[in-house]
């Protein structure tokens, strides 16, 4: 900063500026309040149906969440303007002094013009006659004062200069929208940035070279900072997509890093982890230095990268892959030229790739898998990214234009005719890993659902769109041909289970069988109404489903759960007086009573078959492990039953039985899966069975107990007088479609030991 620009500065602009900033930071908060609660929170109360609960529902919510960046985004540049300025003012103020002080001293500060000064000694007129020279304290003085104001200027050209930088940066972040970006100052802002710069610099040397303190330092700073938005993107920009490789690839690689490896072999899970989350965060940012990134490495994808000749670029950055919420359209992009990848590798899917050898180096340091088959790490980032997760796996592996017949679908390679590499753990057991295998569950679970795999649908998670339906479809069919794709894979039940869950009014739909064509059809959208679209799975294909999922624990306990939930929210909503007429399903209570009840019964009688199918094998998993996964969904809910068992995203939203309402206290949702719950940590279904003599006996007596709990409840909810006839109608509906279940799936189940005594 120049001498006279600081000495003569008027902070008159500036100051307005800041104020209107303070008035703008004021008006959004008041915005954001609006939008939060006048638009946000009343979209979620609402019935949504068709296109509007599939769109605008998740239109609204987004809008609201701008509204609440564009404030986050102008508090920070408040912040920042109000600290530059404040700072620049004390400067100022410094200089001035400074200037006045060597006054005194018969010193003049003067800028040159060309951004430096000079500082000379006023002579007095008869001294300078005389020709005397300036005396040795004066020079010192001189020097002095030289310094001082070198000084003020260094301080405030930093201070104006790391503004300016870390405006930029926070501005530059978002193309379109707003960043969510935040720092109390510009200190903190800058203090990431030089942070940044710092790390890439360890980062940036060969990995052989990399000291344990040099390992600390960066895993340290990395922890600290993997969510800061500035820094994540700094991070990566400066490393570069090449040297992001190469770091990864040779700091996993024992032969290329043995003394780090020895020293820190413990905490590598730690640094992929703490790296995955800082690329994640800048990979959000659209600055022209991460757009090139994401494209470089995407481009490097099949080239070998590293100290090895064998590594290639895919399979180090899909193990980068295994933490955090990657960009959806990087996602997108980087799985494309992976399955490129794949289908040249592996002859168009004729054989296996990604085969590891006995010396090739463990990349997956996070547990599961040594991450050889980039698949394996892909698929795990992919269940953080649920609308990238749709769009790969809907998408084609094999192309019409092919000199194939049909199109190969992603999900149909990967779940049906994938030769999948013969993996191993990462703990250097030996023993064989199906981790790669999970993450393809997990990421189905993410592409279907809408949400992050693992997580359960909140408020904000719209209902399901044609192409999550589409999905869904593509998996239930799949597993109804073949159940061996499921059962031979036990460890994919469980976000399987999940997954049903979040479409019981599909499936609840297709055991009617009702055709959709005909006009009966009308009745079933009223009885099961669904706000989003519909799936369209056969009744066939969903008992089987329904059954391969009953013989693992937590499969089983999330459909049933579910069920339980997702049947006392139908009677409620049906047995509302206040309902009108033309969403009836009927006008006879009893005919509508039955009908929910037999259903849910077949449901829970395929899941319960499906239980002791698993309990009937001579190492198959017992009661007391169902009984352990039904009580721990129960840690799942807080505050929202209806959310938590995954019917709130396509459930027709009502005061009685929207998702907002469905998790307090003394609701039919509540009262029911407290029962559910409490049997289950009672092992009332196992004490019931030994006193019975048959475990399929106390399976259908215990569900009829819950039907009817939630019919009768819905009733007293509603003040209806005769409560006690519509639990007689739902015990017997329930107990008719239980039976009912058996008959279904006789001949359906290939090697079936299922016994009914």
Do not use: C
């Amino acid at each position: 900063m120049d001498l006279d620009t600081l000495r003569f500065a008027n902070f008159s602009s500036v100051n307005e500026a800041i104020t209107d900033w303070s008035t703008l930071v004021s008006n959004l908060e008041d915005l954001q309040k609006q939008a939060e609660q006048g638009l946000h929170q009343a979209a979620n109360k609402a019935n949504w149906v068709g296109v509007n609960a599939e769109v605008t529902k998740e239109f609204i919510g987004k809008t609201a969440g701008e509204f609440a960046d564009a404030h986050t985004q102008a508090k920070t540049i408040h912040s920042i303007l109000s600290d530059t300025v404040g700072e620049l003012k004390q400067y100022h103020k410094d200089l001035e002094e400074a200037i006045d002080r060597g006054l005194k001293k018969n010193l003049t500060v003067m800028d040159t013009g060309d951004g430096t000064f000079t500082v000379t000694m006023n002579i007095h007129p008869d001294r300078a006659a005389k020709g005397t020279t300036v005396p040795e304290h004066d020079e010192s003085d001189v020097t002095a004062l030289r310094n001082e104001v070198q000084e003020i200027l260094r301080k405030a050209t930093e201070s104006d200069t790391s503004a300016q930088q870390v405006l930029k940066a926070i501005v530059d972040q978002a193309t379109m929208g707003f960043s969510d970006a935040s720092y109390k100052d510009r200190d903190a802002a800058q203090a990431a940035v030089d942070e940044a710069d710092e790390l890439a610099k360890l980062a940036k040397k060969d990995p052989d070279e990399l000291t344990v303190k040099e390992f600390d330092r960066l895993n340290a700073g990395l922890k600290r900072y993997h969510d800061d938005p500035l820094f994540a993107e700094r991070f990566a920009t400066d490393l570069g997509p090449q040297k992001t490789l190469e770091f990864w690839a040779g700091v996993a690689d024992p032969q290329v890093t043995p003394d780090l490896t020895r020293e820190r072999r413990e905490q590598l899970d730690d640094l992929q982890r703490n790296l995955s989350l800082t690329l994640a965060t800048a990979s959000q940012s659209d600055t022209t230095g991460m757009t090139k990134w994401k494209h470089d490495v995407i481009e490097m994808g099949d080239k070998q990268v590293g100290h090895r000749g064998n590594v290639l670029g895919f399979q180090v950055m899909s193990n980068l892959m295994r933490a955090g919420d990657y960009d959806d359209s990087f996602m997108t992009q980087y799985g494309k030229r992976l399955m490129e990848t794949e289908r040249k590798f592996t002859g168009d899917g004729k054989h296996t790739a990604w085969q590891q050898l006995g010396f090739d180096p463990y990349l997956n340091r996070m547990g599961g898998d040594t991450g050889w088959d980039p698949l394996g790490g892909y698929l795990k980032g992919l269940s953080n990214s649920p609308d990238a997760a749709t769009e790969f796996f809907n998408a084609d592996f094999i192309p019409k234009d092919d000199d194939h017949k049909h199109a190969v679908s992603n999900f149909k390679y990967l779940f049906e005719e994938r030769h999948w590499p013969q993996a191993i753990k990462n703990d250097f057991s030996g023993d064989a890993s199906d981790d790669a295998r999970n993450n393809l569950a997990s990421a189905l679970e993410a592409a279907t659902t809408g949400h992050p795999a693992g997580e359960i649908p909140t408020l904000d998670t719209p209902a399901h769109n044609k192409e999550q339906a589409k999905l869904f479809n593509a998996i239930v069919s799949s597993v109804g041909d073949d159940p061996e794709r499921l059962t031979g894979h036990d460890y994919m039940s469980d976000s399987m289970g999940q997954i049903a869950s979040e479409y019981l009014p599909d499936i609840n739909r297709a055991t009617t069988d009702v055709s959709r064509d005909s006009e009966d059809w009308a009745g079933v959208e009223k009885l099961y109404p669904i706000a989003g679209a519909d799936s369209g799975v056969h009744h066939r294909d969903v008992s089987k489903f329904l059954f391969a999922i009953g013989q693992n624990p937590a499969g089983y306990a999330a459909v049933e759960v579910g069920q339980e939930a997702y049947m006392s929210k139908l009677m409620t909503y049906h047995l509302d007086p206040d309902l009108p007429a033309d969403q009836r399903f009927s006008q006879d209570q009893e005919t509508t009573v039955k009908y929910i009840s037999e259903r849910s019964g077949e449901v829970s009688g395929i899941l319960g078959l499906g239980r002791q199918e698993e309990i009937a094998k001579p190492a198959g998993e017992k009661d007391d492990a169902y009984d352990y996964s039904v009580s721990q969904r129960k840690n799942w809910i807080s505050g929202g039953v209806g959310t938590v068992v995954g019917v709130g995203t396509s459930f027709v939203a009502t005061p009685w039985v929207g998702a907002a309402a469905g998790g307090a206290a003394g609701t039919v949702t509540s009262v029911v899966l407290e029962r559910v719950f409490k049997d289950a940590e009672g092992h009332a279904l196992e004490n019931a069975a030994d006193e019975m003599g048959s475990r399929w006996q106390a399976g259908l007596t215990k569900n009829n107990e819950y039907v009817a709990l939630g019919a009768q409840t819905a009733a007293e909810k509603h003040h209806l007088a005769n409560a006690d006839d519509i639990g007689t109608w739902s015990r017997e509906g329930s107990r008719q479609g239980y039976i009912n279940a058996r008959a279904i799936l006789q001949g359906q189940a290939p090697g079936s030991t299922t016994t009914t005594s």
